[in-house]
């Protein structure tokens, strides 16, 4: 099992930024991949960035490229989600997950932390 509690969110302007926290313990490894997914108002929960703890290599979804930075601390077993240049359709839930590099399915998720961008 893996434990994951994400930290960071809050109320901000457009344009501000934010940074997510996600730490991870219980049966972690080098071969896990830890994402973040979204699910604003309305909506359905969507991919936002992965991380394979293994190489260090990074996948964004489209809306966020250029504006978001996945970072890691290998020591603390914890991945950042650091967030630029926020607009409003950036509002949402934002979940922390983890999956085996050997599946494509995240297996273990966070409480989720609300993310709020005011025009």
């Known amino acids: 099992q893996v434990q994951l509690v994400e930290s960071g969110g809050g109320l901000v302007q457009a344009g501000g930024s934010l940074r997510l926290s996600c730490a991870a313990s219980?049966?972690?490894?080098?071969?896990?991949?830890m994402g973040w997914f979204r699910q604003g108002p309305g909506k359905e929960r969507e991919f936002v960035a992965q991380m394979r703890w293994n190489d260090g290599r990074t996948d964004y979804a489209d809306s966020v490229k250029g504006r978001f930075t996945l970072s890691r601390d290998n020591a603390k077993n914890t991945v950042y989600l650091q967030m630029n240049n926020l607009r409003p359709e950036d509002t949402a839930v934002y979940y922390c997950?983890?999956?085996?590099?050997?599946?494509?399915?995240?297996?273990?998720w966070g409480q989720g932390t609300q993310v709020t961008v005011s025009s």
């Open positions: 997950a983890a999956r085996s590099l050997a599946t494509s399915q995240y297996d273990y």
């Open positions: 219980g049966r972690t490894s080098s071969r896990y991949a």
